[in-house]
């Protein structure tokens, strides 16, 4: 009879979790830069009561997550392409209070409509990831031109163009002139 009882609540439990979505890596099939929202469909297929595998549905109205303060104005900004996985994270509650300031008119819990996305999962490394790992530094690239920062230094490669001044110590690469040249000595062009 104990037994019984003891199968019944773990399969009650299954039962449960199995309605339980927590984070599912997904594929980006649109974005709204405008609005930060994206269409993502998770990967991978979940099992019907009737015991049949179905493929996840797509998910709508998905907030992306992109590093930001925007109290502050801060912001690191990449661009998000159809195409590029994400990690999709399944909010404890739904979504709607907090996009539409709001209260919640439902409660829906764990529930794929409640997801939000972090882009950039990948299922393998990048040369980038294998530089900063190797030399302890933040890569930022794109193509060709990459700025690697370390303890030591900035370095980069490719053109750099800079509007308002540079300054090496407090020597201004804008206004600076050299003392002791023969001719004229105006200002940097």
Same mark, same amino acid.
């Given at each position: 009879?104990?037994?019984?009882? @003891?199968?019944?609540?773990?399969? /009650? /439990?299954? +039962?449960?979790?199995?309605e339980m979505?927590?984070?599912?890596? !997904? ?16 990967? !991978? ?39 590029? %996985?994400?990690?999709l994270i399944? +909010?404890?509650?739904?979504? %709607?209070?907090?996009?539409? !300031?709001?209260?919640?008119?439902? %409660?829906?819990?764990? %529930? ?34 990459? @700025? +690697? ?13 800079? +509007?308002?001044?540079?300054? /090496? ?13 023969? !001719? ?6």
């Amino acid at each position: 009879m104990l037994q019984e009882f @003891v199968e019944q609540v773990e399969k /009650a /439990a299954r +039962s449960v979790m199995e309605e339980m979505h927590t984070a599912i890596p !997904g594929k980006i099939t649109a974005f709204n830069a405008g609005t930060g929202f994206a269409t993502v469909k998770p990967y !991978g297929t979940y099992t019907t009561d009737s015991g049949r595998k179905m493929a996840y549905p797509t998910v709508t109205e998905v907030p992306v997550i992109i590093p930001q303060s925007q109290v502050n104005d801060i912001c690191i900004a990449f661009p998000i392409t159809v195409g590029m %996985d994400c990690l999709l994270i399944i +909010s404890e509650q739904e979504l %709607d209070a907090w996009i539409g !300031g709001g209260e919640s008119e439902n %409660d829906i819990r764990f %529930d794929l409509t409640s997801a939000i996305a972090i882009p950039g999962l990948s299922n393998k490394g990048n040369a980038a990831l294998r530089e900063a790992c190797r030399k302890k530094s933040l890569i930022l690239q794109n193509g060709s031109t990459k @700025v +690697s920062v370390n303890k030591d230094n900035v370095e980069i490669a490719g053109n750099l163009i800079v +509007s308002g001044d540079v300054k /090496a110590g407090n020597i201004s690469l804008k206004n600076h002139t050299h003392a002791g040249v023969h !001719g004229d000595t105006s200002k940097a062009k």
